[in-house]
Nanobody, 114 residues
Framework: VQLQASGGGLVQPGGSLRLSCAAS????????TGWHRQAPGKQRELVAA??????TNYADSVKGRFTISRDNAKNTFLQMNSLKPEDTAVYSC??????????WGQGTQVTVSS
């Protein structure tokens, strides 16, 4: 499975962005997908995850502002609203595969600044 993330950019505080993660390859092996982020000088953290049956999980810092969704096994989205400067980071998507392997896509930069 290969993952391609897109949708990052520069946005003002209070603005919105929608990130996309497109999967290719043996997508039927995907059991869950997730978004992580890493800000400069900080550890990577889980932002949101969604399972193949639609169950979701969010970091406390983004609850009520971010929404993870998927339209099929191929595409996963992260709708980010009410963005704050502290949301600035490189966002990466990953997938948990059958058998327990994890694959990562490349990151996309999100910058929240006025």
């Amino acid at each position: 499975v290969q993952l391609q993330a897109s949708g990052g950019g520069l946005v003002q505080p209070g603005g919105s962005l929608r990130l996309s993660c497109a999967a290719s390859g043996t997508i039927d092996s995907i059991r869950a997908t997730g978004w992580h982020r890493q800000a400069p000088g900080k550890q990577r953290e889980l932002v949101a995850a969604i399972t193949s049956n639609g169950g979701t999980n969010y970091a406390d810092s983004v609850k009520g502002r971010f929404t993870i969704s998927r339209d099929n096994a191929k595409n996963t989205f992260l709708q980010m609203n009410s963005l704050k400067p502290e949301d600035t980071a490189v966002y990466s998507c990953n997938a948990l595969l059958m058998g327990g392997a994890i694959t990562w896509g490349q990151g996309t930069q999100v910058t929240v600044s006025s």
